[in-house]
């Protein structure tokens, strides 16, 4: 049996959370310094609140984000985001103690400002966004993933490539456990 490590940490050494992770679910980060107008209650819906994007510069708010009132009182988080691109939509997961019936229709939300990605990212998807993870750059003979040797699927030849490769024009997942036809 092996003593426990001296800094309390377990598997993964730096940061915690072991595999991935980097040990920063559920931190609170607190009130934003700045807040802007995000959004107005259209009405509840199965205990969330239904929101219109009002947020002037036409940017889109992040997954997961804050969403507080005016005077900074977090109320919930963006669940989800949803229509058009000129006329989008969220929806705002209420805290617990909060209940989205005591929200009026057109009450205002509101989110820190650096939980906001601005509408080109979702416009512009063959313009390279930099940052984590980048664009990848196929010249292979097959193109995107799920060619060449299985892959996990992805934008390759195939019409039914998951994972393992698809049948046609995909080497390394064909026939992979049925037995030969």
Do not use: W, Y
Request: contains cysteine; hydrophobic residues 25%.
């Amino acid at each position: 049996m092996r003593a426990p490590n001296s800094m309390g940490r377990g598997r993964g050494g730096r940061g915690g959370g072991g595999r991935g992770g980097g040990g920063r679910a559920g931190r609170d980060e607190g009130p934003p310094s700045v807040v802007v107008e995000v959004g107005q209650l259209m009405h509840d819906c199965e205990s969330e609140m239904v929101c219109k994007l009002t947020e002037k510069e036409s940017k889109i708010p992040h997954f997961n984000a804050g969403v507080f009132l005016e005077n900074k009182k977090k109320i919930g988080k963006v669940d989800e985001i949803f229509g058009s691109i000129h006329n989008v939509m969220f929806t705002i997961k209420p805290d617990p103690g909060i209940a989205a019936k005591s929200f009026k229709k057109d009450d205002k939300f509101f989110i820190g400002t650096d939980k906001l990605l601005p509408l080109t990212r979702f416009t512009q998807p063959g313009k390279p966004s930099g940052g984590r993870g980048g664009g990848r750059v196929t010249t292979g003979r097959f193109g995107g993933r799920s060619g060449g040797r299985g892959g996990r699927g992805g934008f390759g030849r195939t019409t039914n490539a998951g994972r393992g490769g698809g049948r046609v024009g995909s080497r390394g997942g064909r026939d992979r456990g049925r037995g030969r036809f």
